[in-house]
């Protein structure tokens, strides 16, 4: 079986390269086409000489449909992701987060590919309305990057009804571990811990996140992926348990032996109404039918990521905001 993963240079992807890699599969990744010819975190795989690169542009249709040719599986990944850039850029979001998997989806039905597996975002879901989240949880995106993912999702499954397309979506919840983006918040704390600050600054403390280590996330990407009873559904990828942004910043703290002071700064804040306040999930229907649940602790999860960042803090900037 020969699968392409878009977005693979990124951090969910490339650990999705290597999983797909050691479990013997044929690997190409697409990487957005850049001047220097850089290939993102597939550089620092062990695997690479196992892995045929493609590289082009999500948001061209030509493109996808070439580096598409000859597979049999797409898990399309490749996505803009970061909420505050999606306040200064929302169009941005609509071009690669709707267009980008309009041509995924478009290709897969002009190829007649097997299956084609769409990422989602537990963003779409809102403050949870109730909890544990399920699948049947309603929609309610806050902000524009929500919102283009929410779009993407209906217009998968529109292609599964319309047009018979083998379409699964994986719905993550908050995803953390080595070769994640400072944008997100583990790595913002932990890296300014590291570069030696003991002031950390924060957004809102408030929020709770449900928390799934990288290697967990990847795992229950190929067991929804792969299932053959899970096209045409969503399926949900989450721990089950949730924890406050103050309570985490102060398990890092305390994982790292560090005594820190918290500094709240506005500009980290979301406006009050783009807040999510409440991500718990709902992973029961992912299990029942794939088998898959999480494995990391929180606590293991951490300390992995830590060790990671402790080694790879060059590829870091702790001193500025990373919108």
């Not at 000859?70 to 850029?89: M, Q």
């Not at 699948?135 to 929410?150: F, T």
């Not at 994986?170 to 932990?190: C, E, L």
Request: proline share 5%.
């Amino acid at each position: 079986m020969k699968i392409l993963v878009t977005g693979s240079e990124g951090f969910i992807g490339s650990h999705l390269v290597e999983l797909l890699v050691e479990k013997g599969f044929d690997v190409r990744a697409f990487v957005r086409y850049n001047f220097k010819n850089e290939w993102g975190w597939l550089e620092t795989l062990e695997c690479l000489d196992k892995i045929e690169v493609y590289t082009g542009d999500v948001r061209d249709f030509d493109s996808v449909y070439d580096a598409m040719k000859g597979v049999d599986v797409v898990f399309h990944l490749a996505a803009l992701i970061g909420i505050p850039y999606s306040y200064i850029s929302p169009l941005a979001y609509i071009k690669t987060n709707i267009e980008g998997t309009y041509n995924v989806l478009e290709a897969a039905r002009k190829l007649n590919l097997q299956r084609i597996v769409i990422t989602s975002t537990s963003e779409i879901y809102g403050t949870a309305q109730y909890v544990p989240i399920d699948e049947k949880h309603p929609y309610n995106p806050q902000s524009p990057y929500a919102a283009s993912k929410a779009a993407a999702d209906l217009l998968a499954l529109s292609y599964y009804r319309s047009f018979d397309t083998p379409v699964t979506i994986v719905r993550p919840f908050n995803t953390y571990g080595p070769r994640q983006s400072a944008r997100a918040v583990i790595p913002t704390i932990i890296t300014q811990i590291l570069s030696g600050k003991r002031q950390i600054k924060l957004g809102n403390l408030a929020p709770t996140r449900d928390l799934t280590y990288v290697k967990d996330t990847v795992e229950g990407f190929l067991a929804v992926g792969l299932h053959p009873d899970t096209i045409g559904d969503v399926y949900n990828l989450g721990t089950g348990t949730e924890i406050s942004i103050g309570d985490l910043v102060r398990k890092i703290a305390n994982i790292m032996g560090v005594e820190i002071e918290i500094i709240q700064e506005k500009e980290r804040l979301r406006p009050e109404k783009s807040e999510v306040e409440r991500l718990l999930s709902n992973p029961q229907k992912t299990k029942e039918i794939t088998g898959w649940q999480a494995r990391y602790s929180l606590d293991e999860g951490l300390r992995e990521t830590i060790a990671w960042l402790k080694a790879n803090l060059q590829y870091y900037k702790p001193d500025i905001y990373n919108v």
